[in-house]
């Protein structure tokens, strides 16, 4: 499991045998998580986190979606 990046308590990662699925960010603080399409920034699933946090956490996809993507492509090219 990659991870990315760790930001205000957030551990954003991808799974090593994701490479076959579009670009997307795992997110997880605890027992919350959630996964983030990125292009366009979009929710696929979330288990724990309220509205709220996912709208937090949905802006910081947003703000580093080229670390995210130039990261993928780099772990899976």
Excluded: Q
Excluded at 44 to 66: F, P, Q, W
Aim: hydrophobic share 30%; glycine share 6%.
């Amino acid at each position: 499991m990659p991870t990315v990046m760790r930001l205000d308590g957030y551990r954003f990662f991808f799974f090593s045998n994701e490479g076959n699925e579009p670009v997307h960010i795992h997110v997880e603080s605890g027992d919350e998580y959630c996964k983030y399409w990125i292009l366009p920034v979009s929710l696929a699933h979330s288990s724990g986190y309220d509205s709220s946090e996912l709208n937090k956490i949905r802006k910081l996809v947003e703000e580093h979606s080229t670390i995210i993507e130039k990261s993928w492509n780099e772990y899976f090219s």
